[in-house]
């Protein structure tokens, strides 16, 4: 079992350019998550997904989209990058309240 | 008020002491509370839940809940400095699984 899982580790991007982390998860966990921390303001949730097939904005969701592919993988896409989303984020999933922790996304914006 | 509070430390205790961990939440219909450990540079790790007053223990770590005062705490029996690290409370207000965060709390071991 690998758990939760998420491409890539690392990132720098330009202001403007476009990417997409990947999270999959193998615990046929329904909901799955994608948080951001920065330093001294803890977790910050995007955006969720309950189920395969649903997706709910979170306490910061602006300049981001997912996308719930199937039960095993939640993708989330900054469309035009700023700065001020320099962050790590951190994809998670859960049976119930429970929730488990991909190993991170280190996010460098230029 | 933040809704998750915790200290932001660091907090300091020496190798083999009793590490205390308190977190304090503002939504008293919250009904299920976590404690994540998070190393540096890596992902939060869940240690301790508990969902009904009183303690849980499991080996050398005790979760305390008192929904009356609306504090839920972490005890560290004998800490190891391999215990230092981050410690993160999240609480559960409703039925869609969402968690709240507090900030976190440095806990130092110092050998």
């Known amino acids: 079992n690998a758990g939760v899982t998420q491409t890539p580790k690392f990132q720098v991007l330009k202001t403007g350019q476009s990417m997409t982390l990947q999270c999959a998860q193998d615990m046929n966990h329904n909901s799955m998550y994608w948080y951001r921390q920065d330093p001294g303001m803890g977790l910050r949730l995007i955006y969720y997904?309950?189920?395969?097939?649903?997706?709910d904005k979170g306490e910061v969701p602006n300049g981001y989209n997912v996308s719930r592919l199937n039960k095993r993988e939640f993708s989330l896409r900054l469309e035009s990058a700023a700065p001020s989303q320099t962050s790590v984020y951190f994809c998670?999933?859960?049976?119930?309240?429970?929730?488990?922790f991909g190993p991170g996304t280190r996010l460098t914006v230029l | 008020q933040k809704e998750v509070e915790q200290n932001s430390g660091p907090l300091s205790v020496p190798e083999g002491a009793i590490a205390s961990l308190n977190c304090t939440y503002s939504d008293r219909v919250s009904q299920s509370f976590f404690w994540y450990r998070q190393y540096s540079g890596k992902s939060p790790e869940l240690i301790m839940s508990i969902y009904s007053n009183g303690d849980k223990e499991d080996g050398r770590f005790t979760a305390q809940l008192n929904k009356a005062s609306q504090y839920v705490s972490l005890l560290i029996r004998d800490s190891q400095p391999s215990d230092s690290a981050t410690y993160l409370c999240?609480?559960?207000?409703?039925?869609?699984?969402?968690?709240?965060w507090g900030a976190g709390t440095k806990l130092i071991i110092k050998p």
């Open positions: 999240a609480v559960n207000r409703d039925s869609n699984y969402q968690l709240i």
């Open positions: 997904s309950a189920s395969e097939g649903t997706t």
């Open positions: 998670a999933s859960s049976y119930l309240d429970e929730q488990f």
